[in-house]
């Protein structure tokens, strides 16, 4: 393992060039004994450990496994140096690890470089053939517009790698800015450019990536909260000593905000050694994904589980929360969080997770039988005649009760099954029969099935539920109009009969009040008002 003492100076170290080169000097010879160096580096978040080693091993000219892009190519895209690291491996399974990089949540211009880089890196060296979720992740992530201009750029890169028009329409009809002919050449005109650029790296030093100083890492997406409390220099010190700030405590507390984290008060050194004694249920909407695991769930009080758990499903470590869930166990009250986590894992075809998050729930008692059906039909999808039987049981159940809820929860658990074909057909015949709500989750799940078949975005089912749901809401307002109007005709009767009852008074009230009431709507309405006041209301 690496020195500790090494360990210090990377740590307190600056990267750049003269950091590279001193860790250059001192690798080891033996390449098993780098590779632990590099996987040692990233569960206990010392990133400038973990790019210093990587370059300065690229740079030799060493070996390195590309596993270790599946938690540190986030690492490389927040510094901007993906390009330069990843095009220097040329073996192993370089897209599949980067695209576990994707599944984590960072940020999505970070997630659209990767892609981005991974789409070219497989045009170069794997003769265009592309990891299937590539695809799905880029479709995913042009369907949502974006401010940032980079993201749908590097989706356009994805696109022209690819030759995937579905993408292309998609990013395009997205972000408005790219819809004149002349800004779309624009974008398409630097894929080329993008392209050479990175198949040139190699033939780069890796150094000219770096200057001659250059920062520290401490934390990548994370807000930062005061680790002392905001003194003016001249105000009387904190601590009592009844001098100024700035000739007591000053120059010790700025020394302390250098070590600050996302929780006030606290730094770093006093985080990583008690990290449950610093959490509330607030501080994990701020808590940066680099310091998640270095949680023990198994200390933290109850009132603190579900948020932990909340966390990770925001973060998308589903592998972390797996094992969180061993340690910690099943309960009913953790089932909605289980629950969640259960169907996204499922959605992302994790069969693994899947899997051991179901048999977590078995050990402690609870049957299979009550699983959302998208998670029963993943089970059970490897065992073809098991499958169909529990799909025509649950079509006849649904056909039987024509409950929108059930139809809903089947055309996703087929959708997302190993048959996303078959998801395409059950999400047609399902969508025009449920609600405006329920039809546009159908929607997506479809989108997302013809996503895992390569088919073109746009389904002509689209147009079909675009028809129904304009005269559903035609009817709803008409229905809504008819009310009103019946509504009104009862107060004009009220107020005729208070002006004196009978035929001829109303005669009188649709000739004079009527018209005021035509000509006046405030008035109108405090009439209407009035007429709904309790009798002796005020």
């Known amino acids: 393992m690496m020195d500790s003492e090494l360990r210090k100076y990377i740590g307190k170290s600056a990267l750049d060039k003269q950091l590279i080169r001193h860790v250059q000097s001192v690798l080891p010879a033996d390449d098993g004994e780098l590779d632990r ?27 390195v496994d590309p ?40 940020p999505r211009r970070h997630k659209a470089l990767i892609l981005a880089v991974l789409a070219v890196w497989c045009r170069l060296h794997r003769n265009s053939v592309f990891p299937p979720r590539l695809l799905e992740f880029a479709r995913e992530m042009a369907r949502q517009p974006d401010e940032d201009h980079s993201i749908p750029d590097w989706l356009v890169f994805v696109a022209s790698m690819t030759g995937d028009q579905g993408l292309a329409d998609l990013v395009r009809k997205s972000n408005r800015y790219l819809a004149p002919e002349a800004e779309w050449k624009k974008a398409h005109a630097a894929v080329s450019t993008f392209e050479k650029r990175l198949a040139d790296v190699p033939n780069k030093p890796i150094l000219d990536v770096f200057g001659e100083q250059g920062e520290r890492i401490v934390a990548y997406a994370s807000t930062m909260r005061r680790s ?38 606290v730094t770093d050194e006093e985080f990583d050694a008690a ?33 932990y758990f909340a966390a990770l499903i925001r973060m998308g470590v589903f592998d972390r929360l797996a094992d969180s869930f061993e340690k910690i166990g099943y309960t009913e009250g953790l089932h909605p969080t289980w629950r969640t986590a259960a169907v996204l894992v499922v959605m992302r075809q994790r069969r693994d997770l899947a899997e051991r998050l179901v048999s977590i729930r078995r050990r402690a008692g609870f049957p299979d039988d009550d699983l959302d059906d998208v998670i029963r039909f993943f089970l059970i999808e490897d065992d073809p005649s098991a499958w169909l039987s529990f799909l025509e049981e649950r079509m006849d159940t649904a056909l039987a009760d024509e409950d929108p809820n059930a139809l809903w929860h089947l055309a996703q658990a087929v959708a997302f099954s190993k048959y996303p074909a078959l998801g395409v057909f059950v999400c047609r015949s399902v969508a025009p029969l449920l609600s405006t709500k329920e039809a546009s989750s159908v929607l997506e799940d479809l989108s997302k099935a013809r996503d895992r078949l390569n088919l073109l975005p746009e389904d ?59 000509s006046d709507p405030v008035i109108a309405s405090q009439d209407r008002h009035a007429d709904t006041q309790p009798e002796g209301g005020s």
């Open 37 to 63: 160096w590099l996987a040692d580096s990233l569960p206990r978040q010392a990133y400038n450990e973990f790019v210093s080693v990587i370059c300065a091993a690229l740079l030799e000219g060493r070996p």
């Open 67 to 106: 596993r270790h892009l599946a938690q540190g190519g986030f690492i490389l895209a927040a510094l901007g140096i993906l390009p330069e690291v990843v095009m220097r491996m040329r073996q192993g399974n370089v897209p599949e690890y980067l695209l576990q990089s994707v599944e984590v949540n960072i």
């Open 228 to 265: 002392v409390p905001r003194t003016g220099r001249n105000e009387p010190c904190p601590c009592g000593s009844g001098k100024k700030y700035k000739r007591c405590c000053f120059d010790k507390d700025q020394e302390r905000l250098r070590h600050s984290t996302s929780i006030e008060g």
């Open 275 to 307: 990290p449950e004694a610093h959490l509330t249920a607030d501080s994990f909407e701020h808590l940066p994904w680099e310091r998640i695991d270095r949680i023990d769930p198994t200390k933290l009080p109850p009132g603190l589980i579900e948020p």
């Open 460 to 518: 002509p089912i689209t147009d079909v539920v675009d028809k129904v749901c304009a005269k559903e809401n035609d009817e709803t307002g008409q229905s809504s109009r008819g009310a009103r109007t019946e509504e009104n005709d009862r107060a004009v009767r009220k107020r005729a009969e208070a002006c004196g009852g009978g035929a001829g008074a109303r005669r009188e009230h649709g000739g004079r009040c009527g018209r005021r009431e035509r």
